[in-house]
Structure formats: C-alpha cells, structure tokens
C-alpha cells in the first residue's frame, strides 16, 4: 500500500496530462512546449540545487560502482538492441539506452526510497551519476545524430555544457559543492520555484504527448509494423524492469555489498525510466513514441519489480 501511494501522484499527473489535451484544454503542442519548458528551465534549476546540495566527499563507492555498472549495461544491451536487433536508426538508439537505463531517481524514486529504505541518501549519488555521467553521454550521442555528417566535432563536445542547460546547470551545481559556495537566499528561492515545476510539467507533457501519439515506426521489411513496435516495447521494458535489477543484484554480490547495501542497489536500479528520456527525445525531436511509451510503460509496471525486490532482499 505504501508503494501504491508513491506511484499515485505519478500516474494522476500523466492522466492529467492525457485528459486535459483529449478535451482540447491543451493544444496540440502542448507537450512540446511543455518540454521545452522543463528542458530549458526548470529541470537545469531542480539539478543546480540538488547537485550544490550534494557533497562528494560522502560517496558510498561500492554500492555506486554496483548501480552505475547496471546501468551502464542496461543501457549499452539496449543501444545493441536498436542497432542489430531492431534497425533503428543511430538518432534513435541513444534514446532507446536512455530509456532502458535511465531510473526516476527524483519524483519517484524519493518517495520510493522513504517507504522501502528509509533513507534518500543513496538517490542522491544516483542522481550525481545519472547528471555527471549518463546524461552527457546520451547528450553527446544525440548531439552528434543532428549533425548532418554524424562527426564528432571536440570543438561542439567542448561546447556542449555551454549549450545544453540541463548539463551546465549540473556542472554548476557541482562546482558549488566543491567550493562549497552558498546559494543566496534570494537565488535559492528563485531556482526552488523554478525547478519544484519540473517533475509535474514533465508528467503532464508525459501524458499529453500520449493523446493520439502515432507508433514512431521507420519503413523496413517487417510484416506487422505495429507488432514490431509492441516487441520493441516489450523488450526495452523488460531490460529496464528485470535485466537492469538483476544486473545490479549480480554486481553488488560480486562487490560482496552488505544485504541493505544490496536491497539499496536493487531498488534504486528497479526504478522506473525517467520522464527526463521523454524530454530529451522531444527536445531533439528523435524516438518520442518509444520514449513516452516507455516510462508509461515502465511506471505502470515497475511496482512489481520493486515489490519482489523488497520482498526478497528486505529485513
């Protein structure tokens, strides 16, 4: 029950979304504008602040070399699934990683984190990892499949933070840490406003994009197109909700983690994909309906996942 309350905000925010566009209350582009929203400023505030908050000095090195080694897999199996398996084409694939990899560790996986572990101390070096580590590498890829040639040009890559606001807030936010620089009270109440809209934009642009949203299929020699969409989905899903906490349960054994290490681990990795997948893939106009597909999919389901693993691993 205490799980079914934690994903309850989560599922009447994206229905929201999908009602309101339904019944015209939002207009056809709304969920572009909506993301370009949360992409551009409120989600570079949230990460500023949640990262300047964040000291890396306390990091729990192996249960986060444990998360971060699922993730990468997860991610990397499923950018190999779009390519050999699925023939999708390069822009998509970094989606497609995005998307099987990349865990809701703020909306959902705080409250989530509360009920099941009783501590958020752990999300925020999931959060660190995702924004340092995994999100560049998805920007560059993305960056790089606009480029008519598909180079990879230093001179852009060096760029990028500069370009891209969700790292630079990120960067910014870490260089705060580091120094240990404050926040003026001022700016800090600013950017809380800013950034406390970014997780229910999302969902409601979420849900819109879902009213009337087409199956995001490229021609190629496959009998039922909307049967290949479904397997597509269905694979994407299953490594994100099953492969990626197995992973993470296989490595935190091998690291010899501590039973809450590992239940921490297991958890934090069974997450959901974030609606961050869905914000990129409209910002660069590549994979929305698998990604938007995807963390409905993915949010519906995962409560069984992280139901078996508290099961399982808990005290």
């Given amino acids: 029950m205490r799980l079914i309350s934690a994903f309850l905000p989560i599922w009447l925010l994206a229905a929201a979304g999908y009602g309101a566009r339904r019944r015209g209350l939002l207009g056809p582009d709304a969920a572009s504008v909506l993301g370009r929203f949360v992409f551009h400023l409120a989600m570079p505030a949230a990460l500023f602040l949640t990262m300047s908050a964040t000291p890396l000095s306390r990091l729990s090195v192996l249960p986060l070399l444990a998360f971060t080694a699922s993730t990468a897999a997860a991610v990397a199996l499923s950018w190999l699934a779009a390519s050999r398996w699925f023939g999708r084409p390069a822009a998509e694939r970094p989606i497609w990683g995005m998307t099987a990899g990349y865990v809701n560790s703020a909306n959902l996986g705080i409250p989530v984190a509360q009920q099941v572990l009783g501590s958020v101390s752990f999300l925020a070096e999931v959060v660190l990892v995702q924004n340092l580590l995994v999100t560049p590498v998805i920007l560059i890829a993305l960056d790089r499949a606009g480029d008519p040639e598909g180079r990879i040009r230093m001179r852009r890559i060096a760029s990028l933070p500069l370009r891209n606001p969700v790292i630079l807030g990120s960067a910014m936010g870490v260089v705060w840490s580091v120094r240990r620089l404050p926040v003026p009270p001022t700016a800090h109440a600013t950017l809380a ?25 490229q021609p190629r020699p496959l009998p039922d197109a909307a049967r290949a969409v479904d397997w597509e989905l269905a694979a994407v899903a299953a490594l994100k909700l099953v492969g990626q906490p197995l992973l993470a349960l296989v490595i935190g054994l091998a690291l010899h983690l501590t039973h809450v290490q590992l239940l921490t681990v297991v958890v934090c990795a069974g997450l959901p994909t974030a609606q961050n997948t869905f914000v990129f893939a409209q910002e660069y106009g590549v994979g929305q309906a698998l990604a938007n597909r995807g963390v409905a999919l993915t949010t519906g389901l995962s409560l069984a996942t992280l139901a078996a693993a508290a099961a399982l691993l808990g005290p």
Wanted: hydrophobic share 65%; aromatic share 0%; glycine share 16%.
């Fill in 193 to 217: 406003l800013l950034g406390a809209a970014a997780v229910p934009a999302g969902l409601v642009a979420l849900g819109a994009s879902l009213h009337g949203a087409a199956p995001d299929v």
